[in-house]
């Protein structure tokens, strides 16, 4: 697995980016709303404005994984590598949206907070 992070200022961006892939998948989300992509966004900007001395407060973190481990990884499995990842690289997960998508034919999962 390798992971690709970039941080950044706006949750428009990354969001619109993240799911607006075709054929991508939402597997999980925690503290947002999921009603449409503007109630994803605006749910990451409220929780912004409660720590606003957090200068790039999005990231955007790319889990690639083997070619190999494709058949071997179901959407349960991805997230719950996510999850531990997030919590060992000491990343909050108070809103957070998980979403898988095929890449060059290996899995790809991004995660968006």
Known sequence: ????IVQGRGFRGVV??????????????????LKDKDSII???????QMNPKIVKPVA?????????DKERLTDKAMVGIALEYMQKTGYNI?????KLHVH???KQLQISL
């Open 60 to 68: 955007h973190i790319s889990l690639d994984f083997s070619m190999q």
């Open 42 to 48: 605006h749910s990451f900007i409220t929780q912004n």
């Open 94 to 98: 108070n809103g957070v949206a998980c």
């Open 1 to 4: 697995m390798v992971a690709k």
């Open 16 to 33: 619109n980016y993240v799911l607006d892939k075709t054929k991508a998948q939402l597997l999980y989300a925690e503290g947002v709303r």
């Open 104 to 106: 060059q034919k290996k």
